[in-house]
């Protein structure tokens, strides 16, 4: 760096200017940089940067506390620390209602925990059962030759994916005699009349796999349709944080998560989703934020576990890298560093921030620095 560098302005204590970076890091950066100021205002009582000073020698050496410290080069990465609950859950973090259509008495019914997969059974009504299977339009009606639409399309789709008929013999939306073939041997494998029609109340269309986590329905009660008398999740677990509404904006989708199981192990796990409705007000508002584990096994059984996060929500490479507290606040707004030449020469080289690694209290910055200069760090 030439001596010739014209120097400038010397730091103002009480000229402090938060940085623009996330609420929960300004407080921890604002600490380091208070120390910083309350060592500059040090220097400048004992004329560090007075008027006996050249503008083209720099600034000499000085005797407030410090120590030196190298800028280095490198990766880089900012985190926000979370706590979450590992469980069972759907994408969007709402469960699934399996709404009863039969008419009759409740004869057989599961637990909760238990897992229904496409074209089971899930519960008998008067000792018929109510089938699974997946898809989005819920029943509205019976279903018989020669009817058309949505529930047909998703009824086929069924009947092939259980393989009870192939793609190609059966037209897409229509109820043909194939389809009718195809139902009554999936009612031939549970033991029920082979009438080739599916009656309003005999199937429950969901999304997919279901673990049911609670029924409310009794046995022995007579079966009321339009009513919900169980609710369940996919069979895929997920962590849910509910995070500072504030933070939100800083996270999306993929980024990548390390996660820590009660028993200490570590888990990677990337962000699949983010809630969009808020809960609370004001300061206290959090979002819901979905993890996925990248190794689902590396979690046993765990459910309704508690776990910690650290979401990597900015990632850098090539950076330079500085300590938080090597920053000083300039009165005119910005910050710099003080540099040390082999000569034990001092300057301040302007910087601008980037990206902050909290968990090493390092920060990116940019400006007409080098990796292996010297600079100057407070001893506090």
Do not use: W
Not at 291 to 301: M, W
Request: hydrophobic letters at 40%; charged letters at 15%.
């Amino acid at each position: 760096m030439s001596a010739a560098t014209k120097e400038l302005p010397p730091v103002q204590p009480d000229a402090v200017l938060t940085p623009p970076t996330r609420r929960r890091r300004r407080k921890a950066f604002a600490g380091a940089v208070l120390v910083v100021l309350i060592a500059t205002a040090v220097a400048c009582a004992a004329g560090l940067f007075g008027a006996q000073h050249t503008r083209s020698s720099g600034v000499n050496d000085n005797e407030y506390p410090t120590s030196i410290t190298t800028v280095t080069r490198g990766s880089l990465s900012s985190q926000i620390s979370a706590n979450g609950t590992l469980e069972y859950t759907t994408s969007d973090g709402s469960d699934y209602k399996v709404v009863n259509q039969a008419s009759g008495t409740f004869s057989k019914l599961p637990s909760a925990a238990e897992v229904f997969s496409r074209g089971q059974a899930v519960y008998r009504v008067s000792n018929d059962p109510v089938i699974l299977l997946y898809g989005n339009t819920p029943v509205y009606r019976s279903l018989s030759e020669g009817d058309y639409g949505p529930d047909v399309r998703e009824l086929n789709r069924n009947l092939v994916a259980l393989g009870y008929a192939t793609r190609s013999e059966l037209d897409p939306d229509y109820f043909s005699a194939e389809t009718a073939y195809a139902l009554e041997r999936l009612q031939y494998k549970l033991g029920e009349d082979e009438t080739g029609s599916l009656a309003e109340g005999q199937a429950v269309f969901l999304p997919g796999r279901l673990r049911l986590s609670s029924v409310s329905a009794t046995l022995g009660t007579r079966a009321g349709p339009g009513v919900a008398i169980m609710q369940a999740t996919s069979t895929n677990r997920q962590i849910v944080v509910n995070l500072d509404a504030s933070e939100q904006t800083e996270v999306k989708i993929g980024d990548t998560v390390q996660i820590t199981l009660p028993d200490g192990q570590a888990a990677p796990g990337v962000v699949s989703s983010i809630g969009t409705v808020s809960s609370g007000s004001g300061s206290g508002a959090t979002l819901p934020i979905y993890i996925t584990l990248r190794r689902p096994q590396a979690a046993g059984t765990l459910d309704q576990a508690p776990v910690t996060l650290e979401i990597t929500t900015a990632a850098v490479k090539h950076a330079l890298i500085v300590p938080v507290d090597a920053l000083l606040a300039l009165s005119g707004g910005g910050y710099a560093v003080e540099t040390v030449d082999a000569r034990r020469v001092h300057q301040l080289v302007a910087v601008t921030l980037g990206t902050f690694d909290d968990a090493k209290g390092t920060v990116q910055v940019t400006g007409d620095l080098q990796a292996g200069e010297q600079i100057v760090v407070p001893n506090v």
